[in-house]
């Protein structure tokens, strides 16, 4: 089966202690993404990455590092994690950028107290 | 930028009615509109998108129709259903590097029995 998958889907942590959110697909596909959706604010994109070792910043990606060492991993790290980066995590693939469709995965809901 | 606003934030509406959620772009050269739909707790799907080539697009209930003189894109669902009832986001494809979507904040739309 296609699909984007996630690992954790629910985390709570301390502030300041390193966490990593996984995130794979099956689908070969050479574009994936890491959003962030908080209420009233909508998905709002953090890092992005066009192929393997090739990834870029998006629109909020202060406190977020990504790798990408395989074609199918794009995990998520949060080197020093502090409370306002509370929220609900979302990973997405697609075949390439826009205009192909964006597959995303079943979210991280992660919390920082 | 591209910069996306989306209206209005909630939507009620009784079943068999139809329903409108409009959005407006920034970036003129933008070509791609994609629309999502979130159920609660699970992840955007793509429901129906359209290119800058053309001004509206049916699939069954729903349709999208695009001005591109006005920089507004517009979400059309009729006969409403109960199970409509999700949060839809409408994104736009600017001309950055990598083509990325940028995302509405989102309408909760609720279809009342």
């Known amino acids: 089966e296609a699909q984007v998958t996630q690992n954790p889907r629910y985390l709570i942590t301390v502030t300041g202690k390193k966490l990593t959110v996984t995130c794979s697909q099956n689908?070969?596909?050479?574009?994936m993404s890491w959003y962030r959706q908080d209420p009233g604010l909508g998905l709002r994109q953090i890092y992005y990455s066009m192929n393997v070792e090739v990834t870029d910043k998006g629109d909020v990606p202060e406190g977020y590092k990504v790798s990408r060492k395989e074609k199918r991993n794009f995990p998520l790290i949060l080197e020093s994690p502090s409370p306002n980066q509370t929220s609900l995590y979302f990973c997405?693939?697609?075949?390439?950028?826009?205009?192909?469709?964006?597959?995303f995965g079943p979210g991280t809901r992660l919390t920082v107290t | 930028g591209e910069n996306v606003e989306q209206h209005p934030s909630t939507l009620s509406v009784q079943e068999g009615d139809s329903a409108v959620i409009k959005c407006t772009y920034s970036d003129s050269a933008s070509n791609y509109f994609p629309w999502y739909k979130q159920e609660l707790g699970k992840r955007p799907q793509l429901i129906i998108d359209i290119r800058s080539n053309v001004g509206e697009k049916k699939d069954q209930r729903i349709a999208v129709t695009l001005n591109k003189t006005a920089k507004h894109f517009s979400l059309h669902i009729t006969e409403t259903q109960p199970e409509d009832s999700a949060v839809y986001f409408c994104a736009s494809r600017g001309l950055g590097s990598a083509r990325q979507l940028t995302f509405g904040s989102g309408t909760q739309l609720t279809v009342l029995p």
């Open positions: 689908m070969n596909h050479e574009y």
């Open positions: 997405a693939s697609s075949l390439g950028s826009s205009p192909y469709e964006q597959y």
